[in-house]
């Protein structure tokens, strides 16, 4: 074998390598992570939750800085960051949020020290507002969030007869 068939045959073994790698390379980034779209009236229920604790929270300011924490990771999690636990979903924030992440880690810690007896309903206030930059950077209408919908999945009875609706198959083939 030959030195410029050894350099041609290694450097594709290098190059079949790196593609097999690179994927779950990518993969293992928080940084990569999909962000899932969300339909316009997603975001408006989410926004109208959210207006709707903040008036809550004059009269139950424990159970809107709890609701508000649940609604975050909520939210969160509806735009594809990790749903298996909130050390996993607030890193993967940090990461496209690195600014209003902070905020949202008050509110759950204060949302913890509400659940355990905590008064101080300023502290309680200040939290939920510190939270509130994080809530509106998922809310937010983003490009992919108004994708055109796909096209309409065929019914099974359609397909039983061979047809597909609503789908041009071009002119008539001559036989």
């Not at 009875?157 to 008539?172: K, M, S």
Request: proline residues 9%; charged residues 30%.
């Amino acid at each position: 074998m030959s030195t410029v068939t050894l350099i041609i045959l290694l450097a594709a073994l290098a190059a079949m390598a790196g593609l097999v790698i690179a994927p779950s390379v990518r993969q293992g980034r928080k940084g990569e992570l999909p962000v899932r779209s969300l339909p316009s009236e997603a975001r408006e229920q989410y926004a109208a939750r959210w207006a709707g604790l903040q008036e809550r929270f004059v009269d139950s300011p424990g159970w809107a800085l709890r609701e508000a924490d649940r609604l975050l990771g909520a939210l969160a999690v509806d735009r594809g960051y990790p749903a298996e636990s909130e050390e996993k979903r607030m890193a993967a924030l940090s990461v496209r949020h690195p600014e209003e992440i902070d905020g949202y880690r008050r509110l759950h810690a204060m949302a913890a020290r509400v659940h355990e007896g905590e008064r101080a309903t300023e502290r309680m206030r200040e939290a939920l507002v510190a939270a509130r930059p994080l809530f509106e950077q998922l809310v937010r209408a983003q490009p992919h969030d108004e994708r055109p919908l796909p096209p309409p999945v065929p019914r099974q009875r359609d397909l039983r007869r061979g047809r597909i609706p609503r789908q041009r198959l071009g002119p008539a083939a001559d036989h």
